[in-house]
Structure formats: C-alpha cells, structure tokens
C-alpha cells in the first residue's frame, strides 16, 4: 500500500474508533454521565441563586438598579438548561417500560449524548464570572441651568459667587457650604447652576437636590433624595428609610453632593440618612448637638461623608445649628441697577437698545428692588408683549412695593 494512502487510512481509523467509542460511551455509561449532569446542574442552581441575591440586594439598598445584558442572558440560558434537564429525565429513568432492546440502548444512547452536552454547557456557565450584577442608570437630573435665565454677560456679581462656592467644594477640608440670603435673591438658582456646573466638571458622581420649606417633612425630603438616586424607599418609617438611604449614599458618599435648599430651621443630617462622617457614628442615636456636620473642626477636616451644599434665609441658622464655618459661608445679595437691567431684559427678550420699551424696563428694573425673582417673574409675564402691558406693569408696581419673592409673585 502506498505510503500517503496507508497514513490516510491510519487517519480515518482512528477517527472512527473515537467516534465509536464516544457514541459507545453514551450508551455504557449513560447513568455516570446523567450523574455528572445532575451534579453540575446543582452547582449551577446554586451560583444562580448567589447572582439573584446579588440582584436583589442591589435593588435594596441602591434604588432602580439595572441587570447587566450579559447577566440577563447568562441567567436566561440557565433558566434553559434547567427546562431541558427537566424534559430528558434523571438518572432514576425506567428504562423496563420500553419493549425489547433496541429501543432501550437507543434511549440510553441518547439520554448519555444529551446528558454529555448539557454538562459541557453548563461548564460554561459555571465558569462565567461577574463584576457587577447591576448597574445604576443615569438620571438626567440637571437637563437645563436655571442660571441660563440669568444669562452671563453683566452679571459678574452672581458669577462670581458661583465661582466661589465652587472653589469651596473642590476643598478637601472642607464638608458643609451653607448660602444665605432674602428670598427672592437667587440662592435657588445658584445652587442649581452650581448643581450643572459640578456634573459638567465631573466634580461629583451623584449630586441630589431636595427642598426643605418652612415646614419639614422628613419623609418627604426623604423621599426627594430617593427620586434623585432612582430608589424606592420600601420601609414606612423614617428610621428604615434613613438606613436604606444611609446604605446607598454611603457607596459613593465622596464622590457625592446634596444640596437642600430652604432650611427654616435645624435639620438633622443623620435622621435623614445622608452619611456625614467617616466614623459612621450616625448608625447610632446622636444628640443635636453633635448631629449635624462640621460641628468639631476635626470632624469636617477627616470626615468623608458627602459634601454638603445648605441655603437659608438665616446666617445664624446655616452657623449655629448647621455649623457651618464662616469661611464656608456666602452671602447672596440684592443685584445692582445695571445687573437688574440686563436680568429683566434678557429674561423678556428685549434685545433692541432702541426700543422704545428700553425706558419702561428701566423704571420697571428699578422697581424691582433688585429682587431676582421679581425681576424673572415680571421678565416672563412681559415676554412678547406690546407698550400697553409694559405700562400697566409698570403703573401696578408703583402702587405696589415689595421686599420679597413672594410678594412679587402676588403683584401680577
């Protein structure tokens, strides 16, 4: 025989005899083989069973979390070995209910093959491993600046505040901001255009912004936080749904900015579940005079808790029982003429210096008091307007004086 045919025969040999001997495999020791199956399928249902706790506990503690595509379909292919499993029997299969040979050594055969199959993808599957089950999406919370109403150009005052606050959050030793002011002036609206600022500048991670009023309710600020962070705050009581909070915030509490807005009065940080310090020592009851941040100058200076933006009508209140540093500390105050003019006329879009309506804005600009939510309010309702209602605005201010923003929301 020629040498090339003999190899190629020796190929073809061998190829069959393991050929064979597989398929005979399947049928000898079909049951080994059903065994290793079942042995592998257990393993398998218990490392499903750890991912779906992994899943669950995500979804607990931080808010509406996302499976991973790659999890979904490594979950869904288990869910289909199980279903196959389930369908080709076990190793207690009565193969006595089958009439004559062949068909028993055809069951074996194919029991044995399939079982060989579902055990070497389920191998597969064992060997898969995960960093992170879920993830958490990305909540567009800041998709415009208020600021923007403002507009940049002349309002060096409001600018340079904002830049100052800024300045003050990059600051390592420092936890807790606090911004004071009469409503009306803007502290809002700082505080949100600082909020875009720090997410453009990837300051923070996470920045959350709830209202406080005049008077608080916990579970409702509470519930504030959670929307930001995209949770669903299972407890009722506002214990439980501190320590849900607590357990998310406390993730990614340096890399986290909360700003509440509007505080009357003190506010305990703790009950409300924001991580201060890097003690933890809010996992146990505090007195209130050590339950807000900053309170010890070595507390603010190593804590690691989230940083802290506050505003308030009251210096005294963001000092004494929020204790925030003076230095720490910025006021907001009236605009001037020339920054209440601009306001007014970029917010009523009159661009056109020789409008006759240039002379109403200025008296109406004066009128304002350097209120800017006056300023903006008015600005919106004389948008697109003609001479007549700028006047009539203008008639109604000078009947009517006012300090505040509520008061300016009353007038029109």
Known sequence: MDPV???????CLDSVLKLLSRELSYLLCYKNKLKELNEKAEELKRKEATVRKQIDVAARSQGKEMVHEAVQFWLQKVDEIKEIQEVGGSTNTNLSNYEGLIPSLLVRHQQGRRAVKLAEYADKLLNVEFGEVSYRPIIPMWTESVFSEIGSEGLQSRIKTVEDIMTALKGSSI????????????????????????????????????????????????????????????EESEIGRSGQLRERLKKDKKNTLVILDDLWDGLDLNNLGIPVHDDDSSQKPMRNDTAFPGKTGEKEKSGGGCK????????ELLTTQMAVKEKSLFRVGFLEYGEALILLKNVAGLNDEKSDLNSLASEIAKKCAGL???????????????????????????RHEFTTEEESMEFI
């Open 175 to 234: 936890r807790t901001v606090g911004i004071w002011g009469q409503g009306g002036v803007g502290k809002t609206t700082i505080v949100k255009a600082i909020a875009k600022k720090a997410l453009e500048m990837k300051l923070f991670k996470v920045v959350i912004m709830a209202t406080v009023t005049r008077n608080p309710q916990i579970r409702n600020i509470q519930g504030q936080i959670a929307d930001m962070l995209g949770m669903t705050l299972e």
């Open 308 to 315: 802290i933006l506050l505003t308030s009508r009251k210096k």
């Open 5 to 11: 045919t003999s190899h190629l025969s020796e190929k």
């Open 372 to 398: 800017p939510g006056a300023l903006v309010t008015i600005g919106k309702t004389l948008k697109n307007k003609n001479s007549f209602v700028w006047t009539d605005v203008l008639q109604k201010l000078e």
